[in-house]
């Protein structure tokens, strides 16, 4: 196959908010003066015969990202294996995320967003995040020469605060809810650039490479279902882009649906879905499943909005079910974080209800490493 080539991009990025207003990107601009979250207009998807395939990352789709080669930053992210299982009688995908240089899906956004955010002449970056994302953005920025601070709860893990203040990033520390310690980045962004994978557009156009994937590794096809847990729901939106693309170049023929499972007391997704009050549950409790523990999703609508559309289904799961769904895959030789077993965890509700077949092509997105918990993993094994 011949390589890509990047595309002339002689107009600036243009993104739009909610309210249809569209602005060029800048280094600042990361949402909409109406307060939303901004989204690219569609890309071109990638053709088999434009695939790098000598390109063992993401990059092998250079033309389908709207970052010049020239500004990538790069760690070898992305092309990660997607391993046929036997799961409950069915042959089951499971796409191994943690094969990420930072071991998590989140690489896949942040090396896009980094390398807009270096073109753009940024020499410091702020983020927010419950670990895995703060790892990825303190990661990448190490390897682009640019400083980062990391805003995270006090309660993350602490295997996932060691490997960002190993990268050389600073960390503040914030009591709290995620949404607590999101709203004291968005204060903070006034100050640095907000390199935030919930918010930065360009995050999205890095996290869509998982789904070209699955359609080159299926020999390009598009599989049946894709299971996935949401906590912003980030993989939400990112296969509902990509999966769109594809359909819009006439590369496949459906979507695949998109069935997604959250933690049942931070189910805000799946409860919106379901037409069920998320207040409905009552307070809120911490979960094993730190990752997914988001109140207020910054894209809700649009993550909402993407599940029916792609004839997809969503459910909540218990602590009790994510801890089963751990032991599982460790059986199977997959150590799988438990916000990565929500997914799990999920598929076996689909299985048993009748959303997922037999006869189906199914993948199941496996998010980050149990060795970015292990204070979680403990807990599991120490009740089994």
């Known amino acids: 196959m011949t390589p890509q080539t990047d595309r002339a991009r002689t107009e600036p990025v243009c993104a739009s908010d909610r309210s249809g207003a569209r602005y060029p990107l800048t280094v600042d601009r990361w949402r909409g003066e109406d307060g939303s979250p901004l989204m690219l207009s569609p890309m071109a998807a990638p053709t088999p015969d434009t695939i790098d395939t000598s390109e063992r990352s993401l990059w092998r789709y250079a033309g389908a990202l709207p970052v010049a080669g020239a500004h990538r930053v790069s760690l070898g992210e992305g092309w990660t294996p997607m391993v046929p299982l036997d799961w409950s009688g069915r042959r089951v995908h499971f796409k191994l995320e943690w094969f990420n240089p930072t071991s998590s899906f989140k690489d896949r956004g942040v090396s896009v967003m980094v390398s807009y955010l270096r073109s753009q002449g940024a020499r410091r970056v702020l983020e927010d995040s419950s670990g895995n994302g703060g790892s990825a953005v303190a ?12 805003i995270a709860p006090e309660a993350t893990s602490a295997a996932k605060i060691l490997q960002i203040e190993a990268f050389g990033a600073e960390v503040e520390l914030v009591g709290g809810t995620r949404d607590e310690v999101a709203a004291e980045a968005v204060r903070q962004s006034a100050r640095i650039p907000y390199a935030s994978h919930n918010w930065h557009p360009m995050f ?3 996290a869509k490479t998982i789904a070209y994937e699955m359609w080159e590794m299926l020999d390009f096809t598009a ?4 299971v996935l847990v949401a906590g912003a729901g980030s993989n939400i939106l ?3 882009i990509a999966f769109t693309e594809l359909m819009s170049a006439g590369l496949i023929a459906r979507r695949p649906r998109l069935l997604v499972g959250q933690p049942e007391h931070w189910a805000t997704i799946v409860d919106t879905v379901n037409g069920v009050d998320p207040a409905s549950r009552g307070p809120r ?7 997914a523990s988001i109140a207020s999703p910054v894209r809700l609508p649009e993550a909402v909005a993407a599940v029916p559309r792609s004839g997809g289904a969503a459910v909540a799961v218990s602590d009790d079910e994510i801890r089963s769904a751990v032991r599982r895959l460790t059986r199977r030789g997959l150590f799988a974080e438990p916000t990565s077993a929500v997914a799990a965890a999920a598929l076996d509700r689909f299985i048993t209800d009748g959303t997922v077949a037999a006869d189906q092509t199914t993948v199941v997105v496996l998010t980050g490493s149990g060795l970015k918990s292990t204070d979680k993993m403990a807990t599991v094994f120490a009740s089994s």
């Open 139 to 150: 990661a990448y920025a190490a390897a682009a020469g640019i400083a980062a601070k990391i």
């Open 238 to 240: 990112a296969c509902d």
């Open 285 to 291: 409790v911490a979960t094993i499943a730190e990752g």
């Open 223 to 226: 599989p049946d279902n894709v």
């Open 204 to 206: 999205l156009q890095g």
